[in-house]
């Protein structure tokens, strides 16, 4: 039984990937808004980290031991934020994740935020973003990214 939840857990946190699109679920806190009760803006770019990082953790990606083996780590080169309609206390946000575009040096990762009503996901996203990601050495000079993200969700057809 152990094992079972183990591997359970695992799949749970770590979202899931359908059809070419990695979704990851989250909560809105306390700890997450401002003082009108909303979101703040700076809290999606969290959201949509944790949901990079669960993608990578499902497809056996290990940012920690690529750092300390390989020193090579994923930075935020860009980023264009639009928020719609801000998330408020409680709500269950699904973070939507596709891949947009790749090259050898960097990604750019598409990011929707959807707000959940009652089990039903809405039609629209509440928030859109898109990233660039790019892999560095411990020199902070730009890796090939393409060898480390060798996975069929990253390759474009």
Do not use: W
């Not at 264009?80 to 946000?93: A, D, G, M, P, V």
Request: contains cysteine; hydrophobic residues 40%.
């Amino acid at each position: 039984m152990e094992n079972f939840l183990k591997s359970e857990i695992y799949n749970l946190i770590n979202g899931e990937i359908v059809d070419d699109n990695h979704y990851y679920i989250t909560r809105i806190f306390y700890e997450d808004t401002d003082a009108g009760g909303i979101v703040y803006h700076a809290n999606y770019l969290k959201y949509f980290e944790r949901a990079r990082t669960s993608l990578l953790n499902l497809i056996k990606i290990d940012q920690k031991k690529l750092l300390e083996k390989k020193n090579l780590g994923f930075v935020v080169r860009d980023f264009n934020l639009k928020i719609k309609k801000s998330f408020q206390l409680n709500q269950i946000l699904l973070v939507k994740t596709c891949l947009k575009s790749a090259k050898k040096s960097c990604i750019v990762l598409k990011h929707e935020a959807y707000e959940t009503i009652q089990n039903t996901v809405l039609k629209n996203p509440n928030v859109v973003c898109e990233i660039q990601i790019v892999m560095i050495n411990d020199k902070n000079k730009i890796q090939n990214i393409s060898k480390v993200l060798d996975h069929p969700f990253f390759k474009i057809i």
